[in-house]
């Protein structure tokens, strides 16, 4: 099993429209090629998570990293991981509205993080998953987030 988690800028022309469009083709593609997998929409940015066969996966990344639709695509993860962290889901989708509450962002970004399959052979994953949906839902004023970073460190 192997797992690709990347964070892009969508196109500033980019649609709800045409985000539900290349959603349902990639539920399709997935379930064909037994991909699963995540992807958070916030503030014009993805961030996605990707995991099936290393194959697979590599061949979907790459034409992720070719897509028109969206721009600096960076890596956060690309490794093996022993067990998906979300078996049932072809493509689950979030979308994030940037006039959320703090809290009620915690409490959604939560309930995301509650249905993955964690396992100690994919914990790493998780962890660069669930870190960077956090600092990606952190951006300006979520002051929930920020206080917890200043805490922290991070």
């Given at each position: 099993?192997?797992?690709?988690?990347?964070?892009?800028?969508?196109?500033?022309?980019?649609?709800?429209?045409?985000?539900?469009?290349?959603?349902?083709?990639?539920?399709?593609?997935?379930?064909?090629?037994?991909?699963?997998?995540?992807?958070?929409?916030?503030?014009?940015?993805?961030?996605?998570?990707?995991?099936?066969?290393?194959?697979?996966?590599?061949?979907?990344?790459?034409?992720?990293?070719?897509?028109?639709?969206?721009?600096?695509?960076?890596?956060?993860?690309?490794?093996?991981?022993?067990?998906?962290?979300?078996?049932?889901?072809?493509?689950?989708?979030?979308?994030?509205?940037?006039?959320?509450?703090?809290?009620?962002?915690?409490?959604?970004?939560?309930?995301?993080?509650?249905?993955?399959t964690v396992a100690e052979n994919?914990?790493?994953?998780?962890?660069?998953?669930?870190?960077?949906?956090?600092?990606?839902?952190?951006?300006?004023?979520?002051?929930?987030?920020?206080?917890?970073?200043?805490?922290?460190?991070?």
């Amino acid at each position: 099993m192997h797992a690709v988690i990347y964070i892009s800028k969508a196109d500033s022309f980019i649609s709800k429209a045409k985000i539900k469009e290349m959603l349902l083709k990639s539920k399709s593609y997935n379930k064909n090629h037994e991909i699963t997998g995540c992807i958070i929409y916030y503030k014009q940015q993805f961030l996605q998570l990707i995991e099936g066969s290393e194959d697979d996966v590599r061949d979907l990344y790459k034409k992720i990293q070719q897509d028109n639709r969206h721009t600096q695509v960076t890596t956060l993860h690309d490794d093996h991981c022993g067990g998906r962290l979300f078996p049932n889901w072809s493509m689950a989708f979030y979308e994030f509205e940037e006039d959320d509450s703090a809290v009620h962002t915690r409490l959604q970004l939560d309930k995301i993080m509650d249905q993955a399959t964690v396992a100690e052979n994919n914990r790493e994953a998780f962890g660069v998953l669930e870190g960077s949906a956090e600092r990606l839902l952190a951006q300006d004023k979520h002051e929930l987030f920020n206080t917890v970073r200043r805490l922290f460190g991070e």
